[in-house]
């Protein structure tokens, strides 16, 4: 398992196989730190890169500072972390993780599975869409999604999932996944009405095909799917308003269904209905996505495609809005917090 910020323990190091590594008093740094592990450049060992410090030389109950340099000049730091005598840990800055470990899977049996982890919760991956484009294409479902961090892999949707039941679907693009919290291009939750799994959450509990509605931009309905209220992932605004995701003009023609996220299959899922396939959110109206404004989505919308992402400037018709850089992006399941949800 490797987690930002968490690495296994390392083998015993003597003080002969330390490079760019210092250990020594300091008294002149702050006035009230006494001993520094000072980590410098090895290429250049004036210019120091980051620090962990205590205040009292030999004292035991004393608090731990993890710094790291953000310009040159020793006072120059950026307090990341502090480990309290009293155990606790306050983080000065995002905490997040990517890992994988081998879990049991409702419908692949044992099977090794990436998670992702921020202040929003644990959420385990379902799907990998390598550029929006694909949506339009053929695509597959595995045994197995690929567990790497490569920005570009083969667009593929979990097959170990489909009976899986969430509170939570969260849509997630990152131009660098192995940070990916700081390099996020999209980022926003649906809500998952009650008692539907992953495999029929497309097609709002039924077996195949999605359904209309979203009738509330004076153009009548669209096809899409319903959810219970949508929030952005960058904590901008919440919609307990928002209940269909406008997808396309038309329907799917049977190839839309809930045994696509169980069973192994290639398939044209979403089937580019009229040029049309997206996935959007809107922060305050009832729907979002075909022929309407949304805040944040990628996908196509008659002859205009994209990646946006704005607020509170919406794009409309795919068109418009605030264009973000192109990137990959994830599916993910929100894992049950028995601390507050079933």
Known sequence: MSVIGRQPAPAPLNSADLK?????????????????????????????????????????????????TNQSGANERVNQTLVGANNGRIFFGNEYGIWTETMTTPDGGNQVVQFLSDRLGVWLVAAKLRH????????????????????????????????????????????????WRDNRTVDWVYVVPNNIPWGKFFTSGGSTNMVSGGDNWSNGTRYGFQVSGAYDGFGRWKNPYFVFMRMADGNTT?????????????????????????????????????????????????????????????????????????????????????????
């Open 132 to 179: 929006y484009s694909d949506l339009a294409t053929t695509m597959s479902s595995v045994r197995g999604l690929e567990t790497t961090t490569a920005q570009t892999p083969t667009t593929q949707w979990s097959a170990d999932f489909g009976n899986y039941y969430t509170s939570q679907v969260r849509v997630l693009g990152s131009t660098d996944w192995s940070r």
């Open 20 to 68: 760019g590594v210092l250990t020594r008093p300091v008294s002149s740094l702050t006035g009230v730190e006494t001993n520094v592990l000072q980590l410098t450049d090895s290429a250049n060992p004036g210019t120091m890169l980051g620090k962990v410090t205590t205040k009292n030389v030999g004292a035991y109950n004393q608090d731990i500072n993890i710094y790291t």
């Open 254 to 342: 049977g190839t839309l269904t809930s045994s696509f996220f169980s069973t192994p299959t290639t398939v044209l899922l979403f089937n580019n209905v009229a040029d049309d396939v997206k996935f959007a959110v809107h922060a305050t109206a009832a729907s979002g996505g075909q022929d309407a404004e949304l805040h944040q989505g990628f996908g196509y919308d008659d002859g205009s495609n994209g990646m946006k992402n704005g607020y509170p400037s919406a794009a409309n018709n795919m068109s418009g809005g605030v264009d973000v850089a192109q990137s990959s992006v994830w599916f993910l399941l929100k894992v049950a917090d028995p601390y507050t949800e079933a």
